[in-house]
Nanobody, 121 residues
């Protein structure tokens, strides 16, 4: 059974940094796309950053230049380095992964449980 386990959230002052990690466990053949989403209170979940198997990245305009997504294929882990944090970055951050479990098989979409990031002003 595949699970995504996130870590690294917490409370930080504005201007500070945090690094989120998301490790995929279980029997995985390949990762197609891994991404970070976030959801603030009373707001819709939004894409923060994504990275493909080839290493191509995309970022929401609101985090460009401040956040960096990266991955470690050997560890099936994706990271989100968050610098120059702002109070408006406060949200629950969710890891998302599109994975192939067996060669030639379908892709499945998985979500982590979420980790709270709170930025104080």
């Amino acid at each position: 059974q595949v699970q995504l386990v996130e870590s690294g959230g917490g409370l930080v002052q504005a201007g500070g940094s945090l690094r989120l990690s998301c490790a995929a466990s279980g029997s995985i053949f390949s990762m197609n796309v891994m991404a970070w989403y976030r959801q603030a209170p009373e707001k819709q979940r939004e894409l923060v950053a994504s990275i493909t198997s080839g290493g191509s990245t995309k970022y929401a305009d609101s985090v460009k230049g401040r956040f960096t997504i990266s991955k470690d294929n050997a560890k099936n882990t994706v990271y989100l380095q968050m610098n120059s944090l702002k109070p408006e970055d406060t949200a629950v951050y969710y890891c998302n992964a599109v994975l192939m479990l067996v060669p030639g098989g379908p892709y499945y979409n998985y979500w982590g449980q979420g980790t709270q990031v709170t930025v104080s002003s």
